[in-house]
């Protein structure tokens, strides 16, 4: 098993960080264009704690090196299922992610955490447990889960820049729309 671990800061509040998340693979995410769809298959809010429980369907286009592509069967396609949980009591996003295609030759369990840091800041906390399953050689193993590590690397980079446009884009559009009632309460007084 390797593990990939990522720390970012993003200089947005909690509440626009946990709010933009739905909208990551938006239009606005130039970074994003791998995914096909994004699908609920459920939501449900915890009458006791508050928390939001989210499960989704995530359809990509596969990003694998080629080498490891036609190990893997030669899909251009992949699946992920993800389930978040959002605790607005607590200030805290976590997602938990874990790959459905070629689940018997790579395992790969994300979790992702968002919390605030201040006011203004979150903090965001990526890890990664990459397994490969295939039976064999040891340096087809290494050599698999090394390449996904790797892809992790390259694919977090991109993310936080893609990110950082949509939670712009939001507090843009939530601005506008401020805006636009505050001035709608003023004709209507």
């Known amino acids: 098993m390797k593990v990939f671990s990522n720390e970012e800061t993003f200089d947005y509040s909690w509440e626009e960080v946990s709010t933009a998340n739905w909208r990551k693979y938006c239009p606005w995410n130039e970074k994003s264009t791998h995914v096909i769809a994004v699908d609920t298959i459920s939501r449900h809010v915890d009458p006791e704690t508050g928390i939001l429980r989210t499960e989704r ?15 893997m ?4 396609t992949s699946h992920v299922f993800e389930t978040s949980y959002v605790d607005p009591e607590s200030k805290k996003v976590t997602m938990i992610s874990q790959n459905l295609t070629f689940a018997n030759i790579v395992s790969v369990r994300e979790t992702v955490v968002y919390q605030p840091l201040s006011a203004t800041k979150t903090i965001f906390k990526q890890n990664a447990e ?21 892809r992790f690397g390259e694919n977090a980079r991109k ?25 709608q309460e003023k004709v209507a007084l």
């Open 159 to 183: 993310g936080k820049e893609g990110f950082e446009k949509v939670l712009e884009m939001s507090r843009r559009v939530f601005s506008e729309e401020r805006q636009k009632l505050q001035e």
């Open 73 to 76: 069967g030669g899909t251009d």
């Open 130 to 150: 990459i397994t490969a399953l295939c039976g064999g050689w040891q340096k087809v193993k290494n050599a698999v889960e090394e390449a996904t590590v790797v």
């Open 57 to 71: 369907l995530i359809t990509c286009k596969q990003s694998a090196p080629k080498w490891l592509a036609s190990l």
